[in-house]
Protein backbone atom coordinates (compact mmCIF):
# COMPACT_ATOMS: atom_id res chain seq x y z
CA UNK A 1 0.00 0.00 0.00
CA UNK A 2 1.30 3.59 -0.88
CA UNK A 3 1.82 5.32 2.12
CA UNK A 4 3.67 8.29 4.20
CA UNK A 5 4.45 6.81 7.72
CA UNK A 6 5.18 9.23 10.99
CA UNK A 7 6.80 7.94 14.01
CA UNK A 8 6.13 8.49 16.36
CA UNK A 9 2.42 9.29 16.16
CA UNK A 10 2.11 11.64 19.86
CA UNK A 11 4.88 12.76 22.08
CA UNK A 12 5.59 14.64 25.23
CA UNK A 13 8.64 15.87 26.25
CA UNK A 14 10.57 18.77 27.94
CA UNK A 15 12.06 21.85 26.84
CA UNK A 16 15.37 21.25 25.35
CA UNK A 17 15.62 17.34 25.03
CA UNK A 18 16.77 16.76 21.86
CA UNK A 19 13.94 14.39 19.31
CA UNK A 20 13.24 13.27 15.98
CA UNK A 21 10.43 12.57 13.85
CA UNK A 22 10.84 10.24 11.38
CA UNK A 23 8.77 9.99 8.16
CA UNK A 24 9.27 7.76 5.38
CA UNK A 25 7.17 7.17 2.37
CA UNK A 26 7.58 3.89 0.02
CA UNK A 27 6.11 5.62 -3.57
CA UNK A 28 9.91 6.60 -4.79
CA UNK A 29 8.94 10.34 -4.59
CA UNK A 30 11.62 12.69 -4.96
CA UNK A 31 9.77 15.59 -3.41
CA UNK A 32 8.75 15.59 0.76
CA UNK A 33 8.20 18.30 3.14
CA UNK A 34 7.73 19.09 6.65
CA UNK A 35 4.54 21.27 7.85
CA UNK A 36 3.08 22.04 11.19
CA UNK A 37 0.05 22.59 11.51
CA UNK A 38 -1.74 25.09 14.63
CA UNK A 39 -5.55 26.28 15.50
CA UNK A 40 -5.88 29.15 13.60
CA UNK A 41 -2.78 29.14 11.28
CA UNK A 42 -2.93 26.18 8.61
CA UNK A 43 -0.31 25.06 7.72
CA UNK A 44 3.14 26.01 7.68
CA UNK A 45 6.01 24.60 5.54
CA UNK A 46 9.31 24.25 7.86
CA UNK A 47 11.53 22.49 5.30
CA UNK A 48 10.82 20.64 1.88
CA UNK A 49 13.57 18.73 0.33
CA UNK A 50 13.88 18.01 -3.82
CA UNK A 51 15.77 15.20 -3.85
CA UNK A 52 18.27 13.67 -1.79
CA UNK A 53 20.77 15.73 -0.28
CA UNK A 54 18.45 18.47 -1.45
CA UNK A 55 17.13 20.46 1.42
CA UNK A 56 15.09 24.06 1.55
CA UNK A 57 13.70 26.39 4.45
CA UNK A 58 10.60 26.97 4.07
CA UNK A 59 8.11 29.34 5.70
CA UNK A 60 9.33 28.30 9.34
CA UNK A 61 12.57 26.58 9.87
CA UNK A 62 13.43 27.84 13.09
CA UNK A 63 14.22 25.46 15.54
CA UNK A 64 14.09 22.67 13.10
CA UNK A 65 16.66 20.39 11.02
CA UNK A 66 15.98 17.92 8.14
CA UNK A 67 18.76 15.79 6.43
CA UNK A 68 17.86 13.67 3.15
CA UNK A 69 20.75 10.90 3.30
CA UNK A 70 17.60 8.77 1.53
CA UNK A 71 15.54 9.45 -0.70
CA UNK A 72 12.47 7.68 0.99
CA UNK A 73 13.30 8.79 4.53
CA UNK A 74 13.04 13.00 6.03
CA UNK A 75 13.89 13.18 8.61
CA UNK A 76 12.75 16.28 11.19
CA UNK A 77 15.05 16.82 14.04
CA UNK A 78 14.94 19.22 17.23
CA UNK A 79 17.74 20.06 18.39
CA UNK A 80 16.93 21.48 21.33
CA UNK A 81 12.56 21.96 21.68
CA UNK A 82 10.83 24.72 23.22
CA UNK A 83 7.02 25.06 24.60
CA UNK A 84 6.53 27.30 20.95
CA UNK A 85 6.99 24.20 18.97
CA UNK A 86 4.35 22.21 20.13
CA UNK A 87 2.06 21.62 17.05
CA UNK A 88 0.67 18.78 14.98
CA UNK A 89 3.75 17.68 12.24
CA UNK A 90 2.62 16.67 8.72
CA UNK A 91 5.09 14.81 6.42
CA UNK A 92 4.45 14.85 2.87
CA UNK A 93 5.58 13.81 -0.29
CA UNK A 94 5.02 13.84 -4.30
CA UNK A 95 6.76 12.86 -7.45
CA UNK A 96 8.04 15.86 -9.47
CA UNK A 97 6.63 13.40 -12.72
CA UNK A 98 2.82 13.90 -12.14
CA UNK A 99 1.00 16.85 -13.15
CA UNK A 100 -0.37 17.91 -10.52
CA UNK A 101 2.36 16.64 -8.07
CA UNK A 102 0.06 15.57 -5.76
CA UNK A 103 1.20 15.64 -2.08
CA UNK A 104 0.58 12.52 0.04
CA UNK A 105 0.46 13.33 3.57
CA UNK A 106 1.43 11.22 6.71
CA UNK A 107 -0.89 10.55 9.61
CA UNK A 108 0.56 13.05 11.68
CA UNK A 109 2.97 13.51 14.83
CA UNK A 110 1.14 15.02 17.46
CA UNK A 111 4.45 16.97 19.99
CA UNK A 112 3.74 18.68 23.35
CA UNK A 113 6.86 20.24 24.76
CA UNK A 114 6.61 20.96 28.23
CA UNK B 1 6.01 34.41 0.12
CA UNK B 2 2.67 34.01 -0.90
CA UNK B 3 -0.32 34.93 1.08
CA UNK B 4 -3.11 32.53 0.93
CA UNK B 5 -6.40 33.43 2.68
CA UNK B 6 -9.78 31.78 3.20
CA UNK B 7 -13.05 32.62 4.93
CA UNK B 8 -13.18 30.45 8.25
CA UNK B 9 -16.12 28.82 8.46
CA UNK B 10 -19.14 28.43 6.33
CA UNK B 11 -22.31 26.51 7.34
CA UNK B 12 -24.47 24.72 4.94
CA UNK B 13 -27.76 22.85 4.57
CA UNK B 14 -27.82 19.37 3.47
CA UNK B 15 -28.63 19.15 -0.12
CA UNK B 16 -27.59 22.57 -0.42
CA UNK B 17 -24.67 23.27 -2.76
CA UNK B 18 -21.38 24.69 -0.42
CA UNK B 19 -18.44 27.29 -2.36
CA UNK B 20 -15.54 28.05 -0.40
CA UNK B 21 -13.51 31.02 -1.46
CA UNK B 22 -9.67 31.06 -1.44
CA UNK B 23 -7.42 34.08 -2.07
CA UNK B 24 -3.46 34.14 -3.37
CA UNK B 25 -0.96 36.86 -3.69
CA UNK B 26 1.77 35.23 -5.69
CA UNK B 27 0.59 34.18 -9.59
CA UNK B 28 4.07 32.02 -9.70
CA UNK B 29 2.20 29.15 -8.03
CA UNK B 30 1.68 26.54 -10.72
CA UNK B 31 -0.59 24.74 -9.13
CA UNK B 32 -3.86 25.27 -6.61
CA UNK B 33 -5.31 22.48 -4.64
CA UNK B 34 -8.17 22.15 -2.02
CA UNK B 35 -7.22 19.10 0.26
CA UNK B 36 -9.86 18.35 3.05
CA UNK B 37 -9.07 17.46 6.33
CA UNK B 38 -11.31 15.55 8.58
CA UNK B 39 -11.01 15.54 12.28
CA UNK B 40 -7.73 14.00 13.92
CA UNK B 41 -7.23 12.72 10.14
CA UNK B 42 -4.17 14.13 7.75
CA UNK B 43 -4.82 15.78 4.45
CA UNK B 44 -6.06 14.27 1.81
CA UNK B 45 -5.80 15.68 -1.97
CA UNK B 46 -9.30 16.71 -3.37
CA UNK B 47 -8.56 17.77 -6.34
CA UNK B 48 -6.44 20.75 -7.81
CA UNK B 49 -5.93 23.01 -11.35
CA UNK B 50 -3.09 24.12 -13.06
CA UNK B 51 -2.35 27.68 -13.33
CA UNK B 52 -3.36 28.17 -17.07
CA UNK B 53 -6.94 26.50 -16.69
CA UNK B 54 -10.05 28.25 -15.70
CA UNK B 55 -12.51 25.75 -14.34
CA UNK B 56 -12.16 22.08 -13.37
CA UNK B 57 -15.05 19.49 -12.40
CA UNK B 58 -14.89 15.94 -10.82
CA UNK B 59 -18.05 15.10 -10.35
CA UNK B 60 -19.80 16.94 -6.97
CA UNK B 61 -16.75 19.13 -6.76
CA UNK B 62 -15.95 22.27 -9.25
CA UNK B 63 -13.13 24.52 -9.41
CA UNK B 64 -12.84 27.92 -10.16
CA UNK B 65 -9.67 30.07 -10.71
CA UNK B 66 -9.72 33.80 -11.68
CA UNK B 67 -6.12 34.27 -12.52
CA UNK B 68 -6.84 38.11 -13.17
CA UNK B 69 -8.50 38.23 -9.49
CA UNK B 70 -6.10 35.82 -7.93
CA UNK B 71 -9.33 34.04 -6.18
CA UNK B 72 -9.95 30.05 -6.35
CA UNK B 73 -13.08 28.71 -5.50
CA UNK B 74 -14.23 25.14 -4.62
CA UNK B 75 -18.17 24.45 -5.18
CA UNK B 76 -19.63 21.10 -3.41
CA UNK B 77 -23.09 19.89 -4.94
CA UNK B 78 -25.51 18.37 -3.16
CA UNK B 79 -23.70 18.77 0.10
CA UNK B 80 -23.65 15.87 2.95
CA UNK B 81 -22.83 15.37 6.32
CA UNK B 82 -20.11 13.41 5.68
CA UNK B 83 -18.41 16.13 3.82
CA UNK B 84 -18.11 18.27 7.28
CA UNK B 85 -14.19 18.86 7.59
CA UNK B 86 -12.02 21.44 7.14
CA UNK B 87 -10.90 22.63 3.48
CA UNK B 88 -7.83 23.89 2.52
CA UNK B 89 -6.55 25.87 -0.43
CA UNK B 90 -2.52 25.85 -1.31
CA UNK B 91 -0.57 26.88 -3.91
CA UNK B 92 2.71 25.43 -5.34
CA UNK B 93 5.58 26.71 -6.74
CA UNK B 94 8.00 24.99 -9.58
CA UNK B 95 10.44 25.81 -6.88
CA UNK B 96 8.82 23.15 -3.96
CA UNK B 97 7.55 26.05 -1.70
CA UNK B 98 3.53 24.89 -0.98
CA UNK B 99 1.41 27.65 0.93
CA UNK B 100 -1.78 27.22 2.77
CA UNK B 101 -4.74 29.21 3.57
CA UNK B 102 -6.08 28.72 7.28
CA UNK B 103 -8.44 26.23 6.85
CA UNK B 104 -11.99 26.73 6.06
CA UNK B 105 -14.95 24.21 8.44
CA UNK B 106 -17.64 23.56 6.59
CA UNK B 107 -20.35 22.34 9.00
CA UNK B 108 -23.27 21.02 7.01
CA UNK B 109 -26.52 20.45 9.08
CA UNK B 110 -29.52 17.88 8.53
Known amino acids: EAQVTQNPRYLITVTGKKLTVTCSQN?????MSWYRQDPGLGLRQIYY???????DKGDVPEGYKVSRKEKRNFPLILESPSPNQTSLYFC?????????????FGPGTRLLVL | GEDVEQSLFLSVREGDSSVINCTYT??????LYWYKQEPGAGLQLLTY?????DMKQDQRLTVLLNKKDKHLSLRIADTQTGDSAIYFC??????????FGDGTTLTVKP
Open chain 2, 90 to 99: AGNTNAGKST
Open chain 1, 92 to 104: ASSSLDTAGGTQY
Open chain 1, 27 to 31: MNHEY
Open chain 1, 49 to 55: SMNVEVT
Open chain 2, 26 to 31: DSSSTY
Open chain 2, 49 to 53: IFSNM
